[in-house]
Nanobody, 128 residues
Framework: QVRPAESGGGSVQAGGSLRLSCAAS????????MGWFRQAPGKEREGVAA???????QFYADSVKGRFTISQDNDKTIYLQMNNLAPEDSAMYYC??????????????????????WGQGTQVTVSS
């Protein structure tokens, strides 16, 4: 089974922007939720932004609110627009889908443990 495929990572200076893309056409039709997550070395994986497919409910981590935007186009590509990046945003970023009903609870929308379809990740490095 093909994984979601992330792209768009790279190295930028603080204050810069990146747009991550996730080709997930094989997953969006069976996913109740789609999201972006990140994991920095020595830290747990955390939810960054997510949405319930077919609904308007979205989740953003407090640390990225007002800077990051999650969106989806008609081709089912999932995007994460990241503006005003800071060194603490440096991490491996993953796209994931969830078919678990728990993700429909707002408290779990950004919870990595309810997501089962994961890409291999794309690295984002922000220098000061």
């Amino acid at each position: 089974q093909v994984r979601p495929a992330e792209s768009g990572g790279g190295s930028v200076q603080a204050g810069g922007s990146l747009r991550l893309s996730c080709a997930a056409s094989g997953y969006t039709h069976m996913s109740l939720c789609m999201g972006w997550f990140r994991q920095a070395p020595g830290k747990e994986r955390e939810g960054v932004a997510a949405f319930q497919t077919g609904r308007g409910t979205q989740f953003y981590a407090d640390s990225v609110k007002g800077r990051f935007t999650i969106s989806q186009d008609n081709d089912k590509t999932i995007y994460l627009q990241m503006n005003n990046l800071a060194p603490e945003d440096s991490a491996m970023y993953y796209c994931a889908g969830s078919a678990h009903y728990r993700c429909l609870e707002l408290a779990d929308l950004g919870n990595p443990s309810v997501y089962g379809y994961w890409g291999q990740g794309t690295q984002v490095t922000v220098s000061s």
